[in-house]
């Protein structure tokens, strides 16, 4: 088993660089769909969660840990994981180590999307998706034809409650205390690669396609 691990604030483009990665036969493992999941069929961990997140707040640790635990024990011993969203903390990267250790498995690599955080606040703004289809857009850089209306299937769109300005700016205060860290960790390591996130988004793809070989 290996893995590779994606770490940018949020709104850097982790999604967006997973999708491809994914067509390289990565099993894409996003905590934060999975949280939503929960908090989608209003489970006790999906409440509780959502509570946290709509306050710019990570769910804890044990909690995170216990979902990616059930995920390995899932797994087969030759597939590869593409974590976006986890490690967040300390904590977490080092619980990720043990598990990856216990199936003698590999953490190969640590892609870093650098992006600032007034970009970020732009870009997680103004981004808004539809309920039905989940297809995304943005007031400026990706806009529905017709404004608040989903292209596909005329549903209104919404935007995220930890979308607002004042939320993600407490979420981007909350990465740089409990996952910058995660940075010279990994580091020490010798596992991080940089890449400028400001790029588009075929760019960072392709930048983060020619780092991992």
Not at 9 to 35: C, I, N, Q, R, W
Not at 62 to 82: Q, T
Not at 106 to 132: K, Q
Not at 154 to 160: A, M, N, P, V, Y
């Amino acid at each position: 088993m290996n893995a590779v691990v994606l770490l940018g604030p949020p709104g850097a483009g982790k999604g967006t660089v997973a999708e491809v990665l994914v067509g390289k036969g990565y099993k894409h493992v996003s905590t934060g769909d999975l949280l939503r999941e929960q908090i989608r069929q209003e489970t006790a961990l999906g409440i509780e969660a959502k509570v946290l997140m709509d306050q710019g707040k990570f769910v804890p640790d044990d909690v995170v840990v216990g979902m990616i635990r059930e995920l390995f024990g899932a797994g087969k011993p030759g597939d590869k994981f593409l974590f976006d969203g986890f490690p967040r903390t300390l904590v977490q990267a080092e619980k990720l180590d043990e598990l990856i250790g216990s199936l003698n498995g590999n953490l190969d690599e640590v892609v870093l999307l650098e992006c600032p955080a007034d970009a970020i606040v732009e870009r997680l703004s103004g981004r808004r998706s539809c309920p039905e289809c989940k297809t995304v857009y943005h007031v400026t850089f990706n806009p529905p034809k017709e404004a608040g209306v989903c292209d596909v299937d005329g549903t209104e769109l919404i935007r995220r409650d930890d979308d607002n300005p004042e939320t993600i700016r407490q979420r981007l205060t909350v990465y740089a205390e409990q996952t910058a860290p995660l940075i010279t960790y990994y580091e020490a390591k010798d596992l991080v690669h940089p890449i400028d996130a400001t790029q588009s988004i075929e760019q960072v793809r392709a930048a983060v396609l020619e780092k991992l070989g």
